[in-house]
């Protein structure tokens, strides 16, 4: 393949995961709990969430959630594992978007310069960012999990018959990132490859006719 080719779509693909992953974390889809219709004394059961607010009933009124300014005293061990897992999310998820920034910048500056080393630790960068990113949908999944196994203890069977429990498609945004921001590191390890092998021919070319 190409250089300019590799470098073009390791571009556009490290653009891309970051796009997805900005549109995850701004969006209000990551969880869903569905009340089969017909049941109105479950309908405030009804709710969607993202990473900063809940939406809740018929009337979908929002609440944000204050995991770091809440007052956890008054909690049960369970519910303060749970703020646990939600700070390490907002923190996680955030930090990997950053880092896609300074990521993109950084290939776009060593594919310029054409070094293997320079693009090989961008490539590194990328899969690096890719880290943060599953870590936090990992606890994210984790923290719905625990989450629900609460609501079962909550609900008698009959009622939780009558809820439908699924991940929205924010998370799936935030998966797409993830799968694309190692397509990108893969890419421009790529790219390196084909850099040195490129160097290692135009030096040979030079000493031939030499």
Not at 25 to 37: A, L, R, T
Not at 133 to 140: A, E, I, P, Q
Not at 162 to 190: C, H, N, P, R
Request: glycine fraction near 8%; charge should be negative.
């Amino acid at each position: 393949m190409r250089y300019g080719v590799v470098i073009l779509v390791a571009g556009f693909t490290g653009l891309l995961s970051f796009a997805l992953l900005a549109v995850a974390i701004g969006s209000e889809y990551w969880y869903i709990i569905d009340v089969k219709p017909n049941h109105p004394d479950f309908e405030d059961l009804s709710s969607h969430s993202g990473l900063w607010r809940i939406y809740e009933g018929k009337n979908a009124s929002s609440h944000l959630i204050h995991s770091f300014t809440m007052d956890t005293s008054t909690l049960s061990e369970v519910e303060r594992h749970l703020i646990k897992l939600h700070k390490a999310i907002v923190i996680l998820l955030p930090i990997s978007l950053v880092l896609l920034v300074f990521g993109w910048i950084s290939g776009l500056v060593s594919s310029l310069a054409h070094s293997p080393c320079l693009i090989s630790g961008s490539a590194s960068y990328f899969l690096l960012c890719s880290l943060f990113t599953l870590s936090g949908v990992s606890v994210y999944i984790s923290y719905c999990q625990q989450a629900l196994a609460e609501l079962q203890q909550v609900l008698g069977p009959e009622e939780l018959s009558l809820v439908d429990v699924s991940f929205g498609w924010s998370l799936a945004m935030a998966w797409l990132s993830y799968s694309l921001e190692v397509t990108t590191g893969l890419l421009l390890i790529l790219a390196a490859r084909i850099a040195q092998l490129q160097g290692h021919r135009d030096s040979g070319i030079a000493i031939a006719m030499v």
